[in-house]
């Protein structure tokens, strides 16, 4: 199966589930053992979770602004930063342009490995 490691990790802790590969394009820190889709031999197979924070698209820039200072800020407060590295979690806080290039790379990324492979969705 392949699973987000926050939701995973306490499973791999318990030894119920034993992880044979970790998608991302190095070593997780709290994995290191484990090795990568491309240490095993699969190129161009890197796929990992992540999430943002979004607001609607005509927020005004100067909201868009203070909302990412705050949680710039939030994100950088050591116990919080240590429960996200806990759980697996790698904050970034990227800029919001930063942000929407990402998600951007990765609709074009994932809208070609759907269409490559044919699915479809069911109605």
Same mark, same amino acid.
Request: proline content about 9%.
């Given at each position: 199966?392949?699973?987000?490691?926050?939701?995973?990790?306490?499973?791999?802790?318990?030894?119920?589930?034993?992880?044979?590969?970790?998608?991302?394009?190095?070593?997780?820190?709290?994995?290191?053992?484990?090795?990568?889709?491309?240490?095993?031999?699969?190129?161009?197979?890197?796929?990992?979770?992540?999430?943002?924070?979004?607001?609607?698209?005509?927020? #005004?820039? %100067?909201?868009?602004?203070?909302?990412? $200072? !705050? @949680?710039? *800020?939030? +994100?950088?407060?050591?116990?919080?930063?240590?429960?996200?590295?806990?759980?697996?979690?790698?904050?970034?806080?990227?800029? #919001?342009? %930063?942000?929407?290039?990402?998600?951007? $790379? !990765? @609709?074009? *990324?994932? +809208?070609?490995?759907?269409?490559?492979?044919?699915?479809?969705?069911?109605?």
């Amino acid at each position: 199966m392949f699973d987000n490691i926050p939701s995973v990790l306490p499973h791999i802790r318990s030894g119920k589930v034993r992880p044979i590969v970790s998608t991302g394009a190095r070593r997780l820190p709290l994995l290191p053992d484990v090795p990568t889709v491309a240490e095993a031999g699969f190129k161009n197979a890197e796929s990992v979770s992540w999430f943002a924070i979004v607001a609607p698209k005509a927020t #005004p820039t %100067e909201i868009v602004g203070k909302l990412h $200072a !705050e @949680i710039v *800020k939030a +994100e950088n407060q050591p116990d919080l930063r240590q429960r996200l590295y806990e759980l697996g979690a790698e904050p970034v806080g990227n800029s #919001p342009d %930063e942000a929407a290039a990402h998600i951007r $790379a !990765e @609709i074009t *990324k994932w +809208e070609k490995v759907i269409k490559e492979s044919g699915a479809k969705v069911a109605d």
